[in-house]
């Protein structure tokens, strides 16, 4: 049997101690595909740093791998060329050294390559911790490239029938290497008979690319080729204005404004804009202003009038816009979490990103005093139509993505001419078929939301408003049965965790809802308990040790009691005995530092109490805002000369920023 799959990473000096590049190889290494059915060819860029015998080191004992040792060029475009020269797979896949494979990745792409007869076979990507693009909502054996959004995957990480980059003559051209790629898969999309979407298995998870600065010329040649491909694949029409738009929006106006525009220095701001600015006039005409976001068109308006200074103004008062995200309710239903939400776009001050009425239209309020432009640029009445709320949850260890169902509506207020715009919805979290109708994987998932106002765009973990109750029951759902936990992050955000390891981890989640009760002598430390198991749990101890005297420890059982109904399923109550003065056996003045030990383990807790002189014990995580504020600069002398003090203060300093529930917005 001949060779399916010819992986081709191109390497550059990653160095002996690149992670990143180690879970590369190992991940090649391990693929679920017979080694004999595969083959990786690394093209090393003569590098001078070990690389070079690391991988020949391990050719030699792995038959399908071989190292290309090529000349220095400082391009990863030779290497994927001389590469995909070589290959003899029936198809290719093309990898970054910082990339890395899940194990079924090559024979999940292969067999549905194969199944959809397919050129090009797009498998789900991660990016991080940046929600997946919507190319990735379903499979798909027929794909679309404007339909189904596939300009939003721009990338070389695709499987690629070798015989169709052949006869299409289809290679990487030796420019900036981002736009290399862009050049090479948009004319992939355009000749390629079938594109296919890998949309349910996880297939790649690509590593950062390290930060190159941008030369304007060269940048400014890539884009030209980028178009020059496209008008040699698609006649003139709607479809190649959407093309050359997708390209303004994203090869030519992100530069011109945000973190690329404001952190260059004042000449290399020049440069680029006047390379940028030459570029437009010659390329891009002022009828595909149409198809950009508002902001977009401002910026376009502004490059054209010979605006620079504006434009950078323009850029530094569109800063700290941002996502406000509330938590109005969570509760269980047949299994499925529950999350009611509140979200609305708001600038660096706060306050609410606001729309001038005119008549039956919407227009956008720049956010540069005085800057005044036409309606035909600020109106976004259609893209406030189609203003929504999206949710997605993201495991903490990770990184892996899935947006789930949410149901809702946008709404408006009106002062005046002043239109105000928010989102209300309701998002359902089912674990057994969120994962892309599988069910999501043990660990803890953050919740995020995101809105699309019309104008803008943002992005937010959700958080809680201040007199929010999270329940903390826990719920078996799922098949098979797997426990299941809402509970706050240590940013002070929603999590879920799906699967607690252990009984006593359960708790560690939610353990921010500690108390304490005074009785005779003695305080009273209640824990809730999301799920108690038919046997009643484990024996547990509560332990405690004080802050600036590591030596004093109090040990005392913790007993399992009934909960509160429809709050938790049970408490763990331990009886701590309390004295104004410092002894054993009991805890004294003073920051206590909690720890709960099941079977001669110990898990931190996410609160710690504090006596004070009167001999009054408070919990600092449910106290009244600012509990900790006072005693913060003690608290750091103190905890940075102790062993662990500094994860005692990063705890301290959680307590008060991330497990209180935030303030409810206006």
């Known amino acids: 049997m001949g060779v399916k799959v010819s992986v081709v990473v191109p390497v550059a000096e990653p160095g002996p101690d690149d992670d990143a590049f180690d879970a590369c190889v190992r ?65 290719v896949y093309l990898l970054g050294q910082r990339d890395r494979l899940e194990r079924v990745a090559l024979e999940a792409m292969y067999r549905t390559a194969v199944e959809t007869d397919a050129d090009v076979l797009i498998g789900r990507l991660v990016h991080g911790d940046s929600p997946p693009p919507r190319a990735f909502a379903r499979n798909r054996e027929r794909a679309d490239v404007f339909g189904d959004r596939l300009l939003g995957v721009p990338t070389a990480h695709k499987l690629f029938r070798r015989a169709f980059l052949d006869s299409r003559e289809i290679r990487f051209a030796d420019i900036e290497p981002e736009l290399s790629e862009q050049a090479f898969v948009v004319k992939a999309y355009l000749t390629a008979k079938v594109i296919a979407v890998l949309a349910d298995q996880i297939c790649c998870h690509v590593g950062p690319e390290p930060d190159r600065p941008v030369d304007p010329r ?22 190649r204005e959407r093309l050359y738009a997708h390209w303004f929006r994203t090869g030519v106006l992100r530069l011109l404004g945000g973190r690329p525009l404001l952190s260059a220095r004042a000449d290399q701001r020049a440069a680029l804009y006047a390379a940028m600015r030459h570029l437009i006039r010659e390329r891009f005409p002022e009828e595909l202003d149409a198809h950009l976001p508002v902001h977009l068109r401002a910026r376009a308006v502004l490059v054209r009038s010979g605006e620079l200074g504006r434009l950078v103004a323009l850029s530094e008062a569109s800063r700290g816009i941002s996502l406000r995200a509330e938590l109005r309710d969570v509760r269980w239903e047949d299994g499925i979490l529950l999350l009611d939400l509140a979200v609305e776009i708001v600038d660096a001050g706060g306050a609410p990103i606001t729309f001038k009425a005119e008549g039956d239209r919407l227009l956008w309020n720049p956010p540069l005093d005085g800057l005044v432009l036409p309606s035909r640029v600020t109106d976004v009445t259609e893209a406030v139509d189609r203003a929504r709320m999206e949710v997605y949850v993201r495991h903490a260890d990770y990184g892996l993505i899935f947006f789930i169902p949410v149901s809702g509506e946008v709404c408006r207020s009106q002062e005046g001419d002043t239109v105000r715009l928010w989102a209300v919805g309701r ?3 089912d674990v057994s078929t969120a994962g892309l109708a599988r069910p999501l994987r043990p660990g803890e998932w953050e919740v995020h939301v995101r809105m699309h106002s019309g104008a803008h765009h943002a992005r937010a973990r959700v958080a809680g408003h201040r007199g929010a109750q999270l329940s903390c029951v826990g719920v078996l759902a799922g098949e098979p049965r797997k426990l299941i936990i809402p509970c706050w992050s240590e940013q002070r955000e929603l999590s879920v965790c799906v699967e607690p390891r252990s009984f006593a981890e359960s708790i560690v989640l939610v353990s921010p809802g500690a108390s304490v009760t005074h009785r005779d002598g003695s305080v009273l430390v209640v824990l809730p308990v999301p799920y108690v198991p038919p046997s009643g749990g484990p024996p547990a101890e509560l332990v405690l040790r004080h802050l600036a005297n590591r030596g004093r420890v109090v040990s005392v059982p913790a007993l399992v009691e009934p909960g509160v109904p429809g709050r938790f399923p049970g408490q763990l109550v331990a009886k701590v005995p309390v004295r104004r003065f410092a002894g054993d056996g009991h805890i004294g003045p003073g920051i206590w530092v909690p720890r709960l030990r099941v079977s001669e383990k110990e898990a931190d807790l996410r609160f710690v109490l504090e006596m004070g002189r009167g001999g009054r014990v408070r919990v600092e995580a449910g106290g009244e805002p600012g509990t900790l504020s006072p005693k913060r600069s003690v608290l750091a002398r103190v905890a940075t000369h102790l062993p662990g003090g500094r994860h005692l203060l990063r705890l301290a300093h959680a307590i008060q920023e991330r497990y209180l529930p935030s303030a409810p917005s206006s």
């Open 427 to 429: 998002a359902r979290l």
């Open 218 to 239: 060269a940048h400014a040649d890539g884009i030209r080729l980028i178009l020059d491909t496209i008008d040699a694949h698609c006649d003139p029409g709607e479809q």
């Open 27 to 91: 991940s090649l290494l391990e693929q679920t595909m017979p080694s004999d059915e595969y083959e990786v060819i690394f093209a090393d860029d003569r590098s001078g740093d070990g690389t070079r015998e690391r991988l020949d080191a391990v050719a030699a004992v792995r038959p399908n791998i071989r190292v290309l040792h090529l000349e220095h060029t400082g391009s990863p475009a030779r290497g994927r060329n001389v590469g995909l020269a070589v290959a003899r797979g029936e198809y």
